[in-house]
């Protein structure tokens, strides 16, 4: 019989990133909501845990947990703030994560350490203008010139843009896409203003130009030419925590519907005693069960080492519709005080919204989906 279970050592990982969150996240999240911004203590503060490279090795500066530790992070943090989850996010799952798939021995070494022990921080810089869904099509140059890349172009909506140290960049060579470690500090690096944004306020999203930024020939990661398979490879773990974010998201929306509906009298009775706040309560409780399962699923089939191209799209397409359908039954039990800014249902409600845009699409989720059952007619 399968039987799925945490080991000690996760279930005191999320213990701890639990007891965290309940004491420094919670306190001022919805304080990062109306600032826009993610106090910096905060940061440190996660990098000293080990919640900024919890999954990646030991010897890496890491914590050693693997896919499976990330997704336990994730889904206690976004319990606590959509935003700090997505900055996290951003840094380790598809940041720092290039690195860590596609780098050398001496890349991880001088880049990936610092990130993962939390001492910088990165960030990944994919999407264009005209390449967004359509990533492929980059125009983002990177011109060899002696012992150094030359790098020129704009890139748009780029998580922790203004606040990174050292972000993954995928630009065209005349090989084709490749991916490039960028030091921010870089003369010709710039970060614009960061995007006025619905939800997840206090992530930082920026444009970034890149004015002939110069870099060493040895900051090309992996193979020239190879980059977009590299992203689309990094992209497969990102959509694994964004999930697990979901999820975290989820519960916490769950608990606070089922405390408020024990609490708030209509009728002269509690309005958990009526059977329409029953059946939104139990849907909620159904799609978190379906949305834990193929999380944790998934992710220890990636810890395996197994391709899950499919099921991560699975796990981002699913988990993001499933979110926003908990967040509006959530708003929808607390009525006027739901969409009140009083109570935090309202701020889950707009950051849950993101999550079917970025990592690419929910409707390009989809047709991974579908070509890759046409490619293996059906078998999972």
């Known amino acids: 019989m399968f039987e799925f279970k945490f080991t000690e050592e996760q279930n005191m990982l999320r213990e701890m990133v639990k007891d965290f969150t309940n004491n420094e996240i919670k306190p001022i999240a919805s304080k ?13 503060m996660l990098g000293e845990i080990g919640v900024l490279g919890v999954s990646f090795p030991e010897e890496y500066g890491g914590g ?18 959509m935003s700090t989850a997505t900055m996290i996010g951003a840094h380790q799952s598809i940041g720092s994560n290039t690195i860590y798939i596609g780098g050398t021995e001496e890349q991880k070494q001088k880049y990936l350490v610092p990130l993962a022990n939390g001492e ?82 206090g992530s930082k999203t920026n444009p970034i130009t890149f004015d002939n930024v110069r870099i060493p020939k040895e900051n090309l990661i992996g193979r020239d030419g190879r980059g977009f398979l590299l992203a689309m490879k990094t992209l497969d ?32 009775q509690t309005i958990n005693k009526f059977q329409a706040v029953q059946f939104m309560l139990a849907d909620m409780a159904l799609l978190i069960f379906n949305m834990e399962s193929i999380v944790y699923r998934t992710a220890v089939e ?56 970025f990592e690419g699409t929910n409707e390009i989720q989809r047709g991974i989906i579908a070509r890759d059952i046409i490619k293996k007619n059906g078998v999972m």
């Open 32 to 44: 990062i909501d109306e600032n826009e911004a993610i106090p910096p203590e905060l940061i440190k």
């Open 64 to 81: 050693g947990f693997g896919e499976v530790g990330y997704c336990i992070s994730q889904e206690e943090i976004a319990r606590g703030c």
């Open 120 to 201: 910088k921080l990165g960030a990944f810089c994919l999407t264009e203008a005209q390449a967004g869904s359509d990533s492929f099509n980059v125009r983002t140059k990177a011109t060899p010139d002696g012992d150094e890349w030359i790098i020129s172009g704009e890139k748009l909506w780029i998580t922790n843009g203004e606040i990174a140290d050292i972000v993954s960049v995928f630009a065209r060579t005349p090989k084709g896409v490749s991916a490039f470690i960028v030091e921010t500090d870089r003369e010709g690096f710039h970060a614009g203003p960061a995007e006025k944004k619905m939800g997840i306020r």
């Open 237 to 268: 773990a990102g959509r694994l925590g964004l999930g697990a974010a979901c999820l975290g998201a989820a519960k916490e929306l769950l608990e606070y519907s089922t405390r408020y509906a024990k609490e708030r009298k209509q009728f002269d």
């Open 302 to 357: 990636y810890d395996l080492g197994k391709d899950i191209s499919r099921q991560s799209a699975m796990v981002k397409l699913y988990c993001s519709e499933s979110l926003d359908k908990v967040a509006d039954y959530a708003v929808q039990i607390h009525g006027g005080m739901g969409y009140s800014r009083e109570l935090p249902i309202e701020r889950y409600y707009r950051d849950s919204r993101i999550n079917k845009i």
